[in-house]
């Protein structure tokens, strides 16, 4: 059989009611933000103590689920199958891969959230397990972010990228969420239910990067004015957003191969200058013992973190912090993992489980131990006072202690570019993945398609215009409750695909078409 890029994942795109659905309900949400941004706020507002009341405490399970799978696939005969036929090579370099999948994935948020998350812990210890401003308080901000951006986190995004690049490169689907399900739906993915599961995707896509280019542009608006005394406002927000999502748009509009393939590896080789430099000039002995004491913290509270039942049961810090960050995970796991399948063609699955799973997890341990050890012993020997601003102004705290270090301008001067690419490949690839999904799954959406999409940073600017962070955060919540479901249903989808394959291999037939009641 000849390597399947067929049936939608080539050819001419065409725009159906994924398209004009989505159209319709984006521009009216955003119409009626702005008419009504406090209605819109009080609802996001309700819908997200609903939805977290509701199925907040099946997040973790879920989460965990999905860590556990993606580990079995990766130990089991499962793990050498192909996202493609047997002759399928790699479309992409090693390097170049990680480094998209890489940008794409952390976006914004990592740098400052790198810094600032184990300074807010250190202040409101996780779930009461110690005094704020303890060494044990300490030690619980490290590993909860390790747990927050660790294995759980990314594990997400590779049951989205291996359950639809297998589905799309073994069996010549499109490359859509729906069309992975049909292992387990059926025809049914053809109708109605198909369109609403690639409808909820589009719209987890567009509240995902949302959340995250809203919260990145008020950390750096925060950022500018500590600086720079730039004026905190909403209409330096929007300047923010606009200026950056037109250098996205004009390299989204280049394709994968250049725009975002190039951006992604001088993202990645700046974020490593920049992580080299604090290292080295930073508390490297603090730096080191953070990094031992977190892992070792780590892997002995993994199951308690896990299943969010360390500390206080029921507090509000589970819900703030521990539903909010899988919800938010979850949020992104259509955009990253569409993108992941996209460009994990010819990779096995245990190839992909360890590029997305380990290597990620390996770079985010290393770079909370460097940045979070940094900003501890920084403020632990009294030479910054950030830890009680960290939760609102997470670049303020950033730049407190980059502040700090011997060379402090070189810092500053990695850290613009950084900034700006964080944000630029993020926004780029959930254009590209908006405008695939929105055209049947095209592996090369029309550039005026990608174009429109682009006004996904007008969602941002709702959300900011309506309660900030509160608006941000609850969107986040309400967008991953429906594809939580999702998530399983691939989850089992994927395992029938992959178990119906084998047994052909094993008795000699064909591998790649569907069943005929599929």
Known sequence: MSDPTTDGTAGRPRLGPVFYVSLVLSVGFIAVGFAV?????????????????TFGPAYPITVLVLLVFVAALAVTPFGRMRLGTADTRPEFGRLSWLAMLLSAGVGLSFLFWGTAEPLIHLADPPGGVAEPGSAEAAAAGVRYSFLFWGLHAWAIYAVVGIAVGY???????????????RPLLGSRVDGPLGKVVDI??????????????????????????????????????????????????????????RGIRVLSLVNIALCAVLLGFVLILGPTADILGTLGTGLRDYVGSFVPMSL???????????????????????????????????????????????????????????????????????????TVAVSDVAGNTKSVATVEVL??????????????????????????????????TTSGGSMKPPRPLRLMWSFAAAFAAVLLLGRGVTSLQGSAVVAAAPF???LIGLCVSLTLSLWRDRAAERAGRPVGGDPPDS
């Open 37 to 53: 941004p406090s209605r819109v706020a009080d609802a996001l507002d309700a819908a997200r103590r609903l939805v977290v009341g």
């Open 167 to 181: 589905s799309s490169f073994r069996h010549g689907r499109k490359l859509l969420v729906s069309a992975a399900l």
């Open 200 to 257: 909820l995707a589009v719209f987890a896509i567009l509240f995902g990067v949302a959340t995250s280019l809203g919260l990145g542009t008020r950390e750096l608006n925060a950022g500018l004015g500590h600086v720079l005394d730039v004026p905190e406002s909403y209409g330096v927000k929007i300047a923010i957003i606009a200026g950056l999502m037109t250098v996205s748009t004009i390299s989204a509009m280049t394709g994968l191969g």
């Open 308 to 382: 969010a039942t360390e500390g206080a049961a029921g507090d509000t810090w589970t819900q703030e912090w521990i539903f909010f960050f899988w919800a938010w995970w979850i949020g992104w796991a259509p955009f990253v993992g569409t993108f992941i399948a996209r460009i994990s063609r010819g990779r096995t699955i245990r190839s992909v489980v360890a590029g997305v799973v380990l290597v990620p997890t390996a770079v985010s341990v290393g770079w909370f131990s460097v940045f979070g050890g940094t900003a501890l012993q920084r403020e632990q020997a009294g």
């Open 403 to 436: 502040g700090s270090l011997p060379g402090a301008t070189v810092a500053f001067v990695l850290l613009v570019p950084v900034l700006a690419l964080l944000f630029i490949t993020s926004a780029d690839s959930a254009s590209f993945m908006l405008g695939s």
């Open 484 to 486: 939580a479901v999702i």
